[in-house]
């Protein structure tokens, strides 16, 4: 008798069997002994579906969820995962439908370019992704360091913010990606961190101006797990003396871990952007594992030697060891990550050449000080360093 398959939404309802399906594939691709208890600390399923809804795709047989497949969409760049299958149901071409579906999704947005993060060691991953059009690139780096109180530096928490400061902050952050890769928004994201309370956005200031963020999910129930700040994504503006805000923002990061009761400090970096790469090994960073990023098209995007930027993008959540996490079987329940995209060399130089003409929005609510504090509206003192 032949199976009845489904591709359709994920509903509210499938949260908790989409959810144990998630575990317990990446815990049976590890070789996990416990997969029933694995991953108890952290959630990718119901964070994602609550993010965007319309984005979450069910594989459904004879009626049971049997897998599930997240999109999401940064402005003009698009992602997926983690995409998983039941482990009973395995290469039986269940993943090949739904990411057939979630590639119609995607290519609906009509977004830019699109990308993931998978597992390097795994022509079956990096084959299935092929067919779809994504092509390997460079590697990317998941790294972490131990969360100790480091030295002193002035950053603002979205959180402390009044509805009214967090709409012209979260534009702020807008105006920033797009000086990076024409279009790049966030925007979802820093929202989905603050009404799921998942975490926290910290903000860099000059003067009046946004300087660089961070969004960071924190502890249990978050994507990050247990005594754990993951830097989801963090972004410095080009216009700045990178390097050194790049930095200033690390330190922001791992603040608002140790504030927070958190132990370790995780983020991920592409070993295209050398520059970042290299000042988080400076920082105390090692590397835990490596991936690579996969591009549709077979462009850099915003993985440039010259951009401050922390992501996976796209990133098997299995491939984060710290926690022993595991991700799904080779051909079906291939599981990707917060993913990359691509642009064209032509629209590289065109965004360039756009950024050096474009102002960046004046905020009024940017706050000077030493480490987390309660928000208050700027009172500029230009005694003050500017970076």
């Known amino acids: 008798m032949t199976a009845d398959r489904l591709i359709r939404p994920l509903r509210d309802a499938d949260l908790a069997a989409a959810s144990a399906i998630c575990r317990r594939a990446f815990a049976t691709f590890m070789r996990v002994p416990d997969t029933q208890t694995f991953w108890a600390d952290r959630e990718y399923v ?15 047989v004879n009626g049971a969820v049997v897998g599930s497949n997240f999109a999401t969409k940064w402005g003009n760049f698009a992602f997926f995962g983690p995409l998983t299958v039941t482990p009973e149901l395995w290469n039986q071409g269940i993943a090949q439908q739904l990411m057939t579906a979630t590639m119609e999704l995607i290519d609906s947005w009509n977004v830019t370019a699109a990308g993931l993060f998978t597992f390097a060691h795994s022509p079956g991953h990096i084959h ?62 820093i929202r989905s961190v603050h009404t799921q309370q998942l975490g926290d956005t910290v903000l860099l200031c000059s003067g009046d101006s946004l300087d ?5 999910h924190l502890g249990t129930g978050a994507e990050a ?29 791992e603040t608002l871990a140790v504030h927070q009761g958190m132990r370790r400090v995780e983020a991920g970096v592409n070993l295209n952007r050398g520059r970042a790469y290299q000042s988080m090994l400076r920082r105390g960073f090692t590397a835990e594992s490596y991936g690579v990023s996969m ?54 130089a065109a965004r360039a050449s756009a950024a050096t003409q474009r102002r960046k929005p004046r905020l009024g609510w940017c706050e000077y000080g030493t480490g987390p504090k309660p928000f208050q509206p700027l009172r500029r003192n230009w005694s003050r360093p500017r970076w």
């Open 46 to 60: 119901r964070t994602r579906w609550r993010t965007d809804p319309d984005a979450a795709l069910a594989a459904e």
């Open 128 to 189: 299935l992704y092929q067919k779809l059009g994504f092509w390997p690139r460079f590697l990317t780096g998941l790294l972490a360091k131990t969360a100790t109180e480091p030295a002193a530096v002035s950053f603002t928490r979205l959180s402390q913010a009044s509805a009214a400061e967090r709409t012209g902050l979260i534009d702020a952050c807008r105006a920033l990606t797009d000086d990076i890769y024409d279009g790049l928004d966030v925007s979802a994201e």
């Open 212 to 216: 660089a963020f961070a969004v960071c």
């Open 225 to 253: 797990g247990a005594d754990t700040c993951y830097v989801k994504f963090a972004a410095v503006s080009p216009r700045t003396y990178a390097e050194r805000v790049f930095g200033q923002l690390l330190d922001a990061c």
């Open 295 to 348: 591009h549709r098209p077979d462009a850099p995007a915003y993985n440039r030697p010259d951009t401050y930027v922390s992501t996976t993008c796209g990133d098997q959540p299995g491939q984060r060891p710290s926690a022993g996490r595991a991700a799904a079987s080779q051909s079906s329940s291939r599981s990707t990550h917060r993913s990359y995209s691509s642009v064209s060399p032509m629209a590289s």
